[in-house]
């Protein structure tokens, strides 16, 4: 019975040893990446991103403040229609304007 065990002891610790061998690395080897054999470039960011056909956009559109800033100038005209300016009071009567 003892040469069982020790069959099955050795057989064991075989299998264990070639699966050690199989899964470790030298600690010297490192695996580099291939390199081109063409020695072509890798693609530009404007490739990756992939941008397609983009409609033209004049140069106001291009930039967010000044689009914002063209905005609400837009809208305070809108408004101007509808809601008359607040004329503070001046000293009273100054005389006819027009110097008649």
């Known amino acids: 019975d003892d040469e069982q065990y020790i069959a099955a002891a050795d057989l064991r610790d075989s299998k264990r040893r070639a699966k050690a061998e199989k899964y470790t690395r030298e600690p010297g080897l490192v695996i580099a ?6 020695g072509k470039r890798e693609i530009g960011q404007t490739i990756m991103s992939n941008r397609g056909l983009t409609p033209h956009r004049n ?17 305070v005209t809108r408004r101007k229609g509808s809601v008359r300016d607040v004329k ?5 009567y100054g005389g006819e304007l027009t110097g008649v």
């Open 33 to 38: 990446p291939e390199e081109d054999i063409d």
């Open 59 to 75: 140069k106001e559109a291009k930039n967010p403040r000044v689009r914002l800033r063209g905005k609400f100038g837009r809208a």
């Open 88 to 92: 503070e009071k001046t000293d009273g």
